[in-house]
């Protein structure tokens, strides 16, 4: 198995971590990691570079949260749990490695928490953290009362995280530094397989063969959920099946499993008759409109069944699916204009996610407020990237949000919006946060709808485009 930080980390027991510290700790993965150490009633510090809303919430569940990283952080802590982002020369990483306390990467720890329990392991290039959350969603309904980690808040539960009382486990598996080969899941689902994070895999085939090495991971007995609409996917599914793993698909592919008849969307969700082997299930009513979301429920769906959960039960589940937070999630309405926030930055989840706010904004404008992620990321996609913005009738880029990165010459925003495929006036390049909100108000006029989409730091913006907003209606923009 893959092991990041020289420790097997299903060798550690959940009940060894009792004082855990945690560096940049409000993240999405390491604060919910935070938050089941904390429901199992560990001693739980952490840091974080700034303050951010998550290190609020973990203060009030018990955990000792420090701002900026420090020596001194670390305090009486026996392990010390980081993420990717941290590297060498971080001072409370380098002082637990001379102190020789026990370290973690954060999927290692994840691993250890699961340690006796079934666990359902989620991946893919796209879809992923939406899918985790309809397949906790299903198995809360069911009584399950999985424990279970999601890259975003689960609009249900508040939470991106939790520790069950049930026997299942349901994690999301990130695929972009390899550390989804550390989990030996019971059932694997993948929602798609495509070219990303080339800065770790190099090519599209190491990406596959990584994710053929995630199959192999599955424990005997258990079995691997794959989209038959994706050629990633699908090619992964043939070659999982020769390997001997059982295999089964969702999709509207004739030859899928599960397979979804008649799929319609619009602003009001959407819907669509579910067979398995050629048996009606029922008929799958989404509140939340996108292809893309009706495909992640079929994921869910066919998991429920293939453990044992009534088709029923799981279905009446995904019509009360509240969502996940960045998802495609409503920040407020002034003045006719509708404002969401959402965390798509890949061409693919772009281009999905735009094509679904035209059938929610009907006969009205889409403006897009976009700040890209990474510097290398979007050199590598800048074309796909563009041509997704281009679905929008207004377009706002934001700088590059390159945290540790350097700038190469001819990469950034600017370069961004002049390979965007649209009319100069349609099409805006804002570097400063402060003047966002501004340009915003500028272009939306009643009826449209205005969604910010990017790099973590952008779900702030909705909440200042909405003062904006506010401030300009008075000005007779109604």
Not at 10 to 27: C, F, K, M, Q
Not at 192 to 197: G, L, P, Q, R
Not at 247 to 275: F, I, K, P, Q
Not at 288 to 305: D, E, F, Y
Request: proline residues 5%; contains cysteine; aromatic residues 6%.
């Amino acid at each position: 198995m893959t092991v990041l930080s020289g420790v097997d980390p299903t060798t550690i027991s959940p009940d060894e971590l009792r004082a855990v510290h945690l560096i940049a700790i409000g993240g999405v993965g390491m604060s919910g990691i935070a938050r089941i150490l904390l429901a199992r009633g560990a001693r739980v510090s952490g840091s974080d570079a700034r303050e951010w809303p998550a290190l609020d919430a973990l203060r009030a569940l018990g955990a000792t949260v420090h701002v900026g990283h420090d020596v001194e952080n670390l305090g009486s802590a026996q392990t010390v749990v980081y993420s990717s982002a941290i590297k060498p020369g971080n001072p409370e990483l380098d002082a637990a490695k001379e102190r020789g306390l026990r370290l973690l990467h954060r999927s290692e720890a994840l691993v250890a928490l699961m340690g006796g329990r079934r666990v359902i392991a989620i991946s893919g290039t796209n879809g992923k953290t939406t899918t985790t959350s309809m397949i906790t969603t299903v198995f809360q309904h069911a009584g399950k009362d999985p424990s279970f980690a999601i890259g975003g808040d689960l609009s249900e539960a508040g939470s991106n995280a939790h520790h069950g009382t049930g026997e299942y486990f349901v994690a999301e598996a990130d695929e972009s530094d390899r550390s989804f080969l550390l989990y030996a899941p019971e059932v694997a689902v993948v929602t798609n397989v495509e070219a990303d994070h080339l800065d770790t895999y190099g090519t599209l085939d190491a990406i596959e063969e990584a994710f053929v090495a995630f199959s192999e991971r599955i424990v005997p007995g258990g079995f691997l959920v794959c989209c038959a609409d994706d050629p990633g996917a699908r090619r992964l599914a043939e070659r999982a099946r020769a390997g001997g793993v059982t295999v089964y698909t969702y999709g509207e592919a004739n030859d899928a499993d599960l397979r979804m008849h008649d799929l319609e969307s619009g602003a009001g969700g959407g819907h669509y008759l579910a067979t398995l082997d050629g048996a009606e299930l029922g008929v799958v009513r989404m509140p939340v409109p996108g292809r893309h979301i009706a495909l992640n429920s079929a994921a869910a769906l066919l998991v429920a069944v293939k453990l044992e959960i009534p088709a029923e039960t799981a279905i009446a589940a995904l019509a009360a699916y509240g969502g996940v937070r960045r998802r495609f999630e409503l920040r407020g309405t002034v003045g006719g204009i509708r404002i969401f926030d959402d965390y798509a930055y890949h061409p693919t989840s772009m281009s999905a996610q735009l094509r679904t706010v035209r059938e929610v904004a009907g006969s009205g404008q889409v403006v897009v407020v976009f700040q890209p992620y990474r510097f290398s990321r979007t050199s590598v996609f800048q074309e796909g990237i563009a041509a997704a913005l281009a679905l929008a009738d207004e377009v706002i880029v934001m700088e590059v949000y390159g945290p540790g990165e350097q700038r190469a010459p001819g990469e950034g925003g600017v370069a961004l919006h002049a390979a965007i495929p649209m009319a100069e006036h349609r099409k805006v390049f804002v570097p400063g946060w402060s003047d966002v909100p501004a340009e915003v108000a500028k272009r939306a006029r009643p009826g449209d709808v205005v969604i910010t989409m990017g790099a973590p730091p952008i779900a702030m913006m909705a909440d200042e485009i909405l003062v904006a907003l506010e401030a300009d209606i008075p000005a007779g923009r109604e």
